[in-house]
């Protein structure tokens, strides 16, 4: 089964538009079943965003948001991106449109926040920068951030400052390992023949080898015959943030900074 | 002196070029230098005599050469091999003959495919059979093809069915007598399945076996009003064959749509079903059907295993396959008669087999719109990779996946040549999904051991006289095993996703190992 990944959620919320589409209710209907069909595993059910792929329901686009620019997303995917090209007809697609088009909010949301103030969160006194790089600057235990804005609701990335293990998608990335991606993010702790426990994310790992980063920041690769012991964690390394170490004005600060990383020549926040 | 250096000339030309009759073919494991059938032989043993590579020095393997298609994708081929040629498929029906020492080229083929084609899982082939001085290849624009074997010519080609309707090719053909078989694919697109036997020789098709009865036809009350029309039921991965009963069996896939039963009330024969038929005129001889309506995607295209054991006291003609579905199954292969299943791993949508084979369903497990966990999921406890049988361990090898899948239903009309699943499967995202290489006493289904893998597998097993099974993993490394007790001989990485089985030949009294990995096919043997 063909797995779709379309990039297209972006912070702006101004750009919200009225469905461009006309279709109808069987239409979106059958838009929904396609969506679960093809899209789902890599966007989740909902369209919420899943282990790979970005949140759709916003209503916000990120390479285009008119029907036929949508249609071209779908339909050829988006070069230096996991969204492939797509072999649905383009009636089909376009019912996925009308789909994604009926979850969209009613009017444009805006994200209240100061960028500026975020920012200074993000490289400061919460240490998001520790693990996390935004445009070359940063750590390397996280994940890159400097496109999150495009990828990634400001309810999902609430979640994911208050409540790290949420949204964990190990298992979910690549199912059957279909694509030859490496699993990242993967909590790991593994027991060295000298009985040393390290802790931090795989990178990669098959049946006879694993390639991690250390909590440390540092590449670790062990041959698994060198090793006593490898475990998984299903949680996060990253710590929850509860309301003492963010309040909701520092976090909502976080978040409209966030908002702005959409790629690495978009223009900085100062 | 001249007369006699030109006669032995030509003898050893003959010798190189002898056709592959169908009386070679019958004899296979007897000429074990070379690996004329899918599965290696007509038993579907994917087995061989050759025993150079051994327990003792399987850690002494290096590669010898390395074979780009010069294509992406699911490389899934078996490839053949007919005195020091290997005959091979690939990607987007891509196809070659290569010298089997050397790794060189002799020649290409590449189809030219029309657009907007729709297999459900890859533009992928999984090879060809042959006969005579022809290779036969099924395409994924639903055509039947004859290839010379020494340039790659074509020498004839027939449609089998329309590809507009979502109608495709991915099986490699079996060559029985002078017919060439093949069942089609497209069981996710509603398309009716059907099983053709050809001509090898002007390819004329001989006979159809349609795996979905019409009315009339025995079986067509087991499907709900015309749900038959769309029923699905694709025989895509090769059967295997008795010449002492005559008797051909083909496995067949899941009705459609594959996730949703609504409308299809009934058994919906013949799908995932063992299909005995007599190949002179494809009439059917019995069947016997492993899940009957299916909804949960599981075909039963597993390469059935024919042997011939003791069984309660007498000598009895088997049929064993470890299905998707997650029960190892024993039949008698003359009459269908159910011997005894038995799971092989973790099921949930069945809680056993009764005393009549039939499946006694958790009847608690069907798709909902927020999801239900069923194991195994949709791509089953096994699948399509080859098995493998050593005679001598007693052993079935069969590689297995641990994953179980949330369903959640996704209604949809039927409309020609579209997706028509019903219901929407993902891994379970709590237990990331793992496998094992399984050794499965063939007469008691008893686990006898397990090998982990760290991810689901989609490559099989061959096994050998050598007291070795050759194993590949979706992470690349092809792996040694001892075929006795599982323990690990060797391993390479070869950087890419295994999706077929290794085979093995000698040329020059050298035994290869070649498997197809990533977009090549690495050939391996015993340095020196």
């Not at chain 1, 590449?219 to 998984?232: A, G, I, N, P, Y």
Request: glycine share 10%; hydrophobic share 35%; aromatic share 10%.
């Amino acid at each position: 089964m063909a797995l779709l990944v379309v990039c297209c959620v972006a912070a702006n919320a101004q750009e919200a538009r009225k469905p461009t589409s006309n279709l109808d209710f069987s239409a979106i209907k059958e838009g929904a079943s396609l969506f679960r069909g093809n899209c789902s595993p890599c966007h989740g059910l909902n369209a919420r965003g899943g282990g790979r792929g970005p949140d759709l329901s916003s209503g916000r686009w990120t390479h285009g948001s008119t029907d036929e620019e949508i249609l071209r997303t779908i339909s050829q995917g988006v070069p230096g991106t996991e969204m492939p090209a797509n072999a649905l007809e383009d009636s089909e697609i376009r019912t996925i449109i009308a789909y994604l088009r009926s979850l969209a909010p009613p009017r444009n949301i805006t994200v209240p926040g100061d960028p500026a103030k975020g920012k200074k969160i993000f490289f400061g006194d919460a240490g998001c920068s520790n693990c996390h790089m935004v445009r070359g600057v940063g750590g390397v235990l996280g994940p890159d951030l400097s496109r999150v804005g495009a990828a990634r609701s400001a309810t999902y990335l609430i979640d994911s400052i208050r409540d790290p293990d949420k949204e964990l998608s190990s298992g979910m990335t690549d199912p059957n390992n279909h694509y030859g991606l490496p699993l990242v993010y993967d909590t790991v702790t593994v027991v060295t023949t000298s009985g040393e426990k390290i802790t931090g994310v795989a990178r990669n790992e098959d049946t006879y080898s694993i390639q991690m980063i250390t909590m440390a920041q540092q590449l670790q690769l062990f041959r698994k015959r060198e090793l006593k012991e490898v475990s998984h964690q299903r949680r996060s390394l990253m710590p929850p943030y509860s309301e003492d170490a963010l309040d909701a004005a520092q976090v909502q600060d976080l978040i409209s900074y966030l908002e702005t990383l959409r790629g690495m020549d978009e223009k900085e926040v100062r | 002196m001249k007369n006699a250096f030109l006669l032995i000339l030509v003898v050893a030309a003959a010798a190189l070029q002898a056709q592959v009759t169908f009386e070679r073919l019958l004899r296979a494991p007897d000429e074990p230098q070379n690996w004329l059938t899918y599965s290696g032989r007509y038993s579907g043993w994917r087995y061989s005599a050759l025993h150079e590579i051994t327990t003792t020095n399987a850690s002494r393997l290096a590669m010898e050469w390395v074979f780009q298609v010069g294509d992406l994708g699911q490389f899934e081929t078996t490839p053949l091999v007919v005195d020091g040629v290997i005959y091979g498929t690939g990607q987007n029906d891509r196809a070659f003959a290569i010298d089997a020492r050397t790794g060189r080229a002799i020649w290409r083929y590449q189809r030219n495919l029309p657009d907007k084609l729709q297999p459900c899982c890859g533009m992928v082939n999984r090879g060809f059979a042959i006969l005579g001085n022809r290779l036969f290849m099924a395409t994924l624009d639903a055509h039947v093809i004859a290839l010379d074997t020494k340039t790659g010519n074509v020498l004839w080609d027939v449609m089998a069915a329309d590809h507009h309707q979502a109608y495709t090719f991915t099986v490699a053909p079996l060559a029985v007598k002078n017919e060439v078989i093949v069942g089609i694919s497209g069981g996710e697109y509603g398309v009716r399945g059907f099983i053709d036997a050809y001509d090898a020789a002007s390819g004329k098709r001989l006979w159809r076996f349609n795996t979905v009865p019409s009315p009339g036809e025995p079986g067509n009350k087991t499907w709900k009003g015309d749900s038959w029309k769309m029923g699905g039921v694709p025989a895509w991965i090769t059967g295997t064959y008795d010449p002492e009963l005559n008797l051909l069996y083909w496995p067949t896939g899941n009705p459609s749509p594959s996730n949703y039963g609504g409308e299809r009330d009934g058994d919906n024969l013949y799908s995932n079903s063992m299909l005995a038929l007599d190949p002179d005129n494809g009439k059917l001889k019995w069947y016997f059907q492993f899940t009957p309506h299916d909804l949960y995607d599981y075909d039963a295209t597993q390469i059935p295993i024919l042997l011939d054991a003791e069984w309660e006291g007498r000598t009895r003609k088997l049929l064993a396959q470890a299905n998707r579905n997650g029960f190892f199954y024993v039949l008698d292969r003359t009459d269908g008669k159910f011997l005894f299943a038995t799971a092989f791993g973790h099921v949930t949508w069945a809680t056993g087999i009764d005393s009549d084979g039939k499946p006694i369903v958790n009847t608690s497990l069907k798709a909902t719109p927020e999801g239900t966990r069923v194991c195994p999921g949709a791509l089953g406890l096994t699948n399509w990779y080859a098995p493998s049988y050593s005679p001598e361990t007693g052993l079935i090898y069969v590689a297995t996946s641990s994953e179980c899948d949330i369903f959640t239903s996704a209604p949809q009309p039927y409309r020609a040549g579209h997706d028509f699943l019903g219901s929407v499967y993902v891994p379970d995202p709590v237990e990331r999904p793992t496998g094992a290489l399984k050794a499965i006493d063939a007469l008691t289904g008893a686990e006898k051991w397990s090998f982990p893998y760290f991810s689901s597998p989609n490559g099989g097993a061959l096994s050998t006289a050598g007291g070795v099974v050759f194993a590949g993993d979706s992470d690349g490394n092809f792996i040694v095993l001892n075929a006795k007790t599982g323990h690990d001989l060797w391993h390479v990485q070869l950087g890419a996703a295994i999706y077929s089985t290794a085979i093995t030949f000698e040329v020059d009294q050298k035994e290869y190992v070649v498997i197809p990995a990533g977009s090549a096919l690495f050939a391996f043997a015993l340095r020196e």
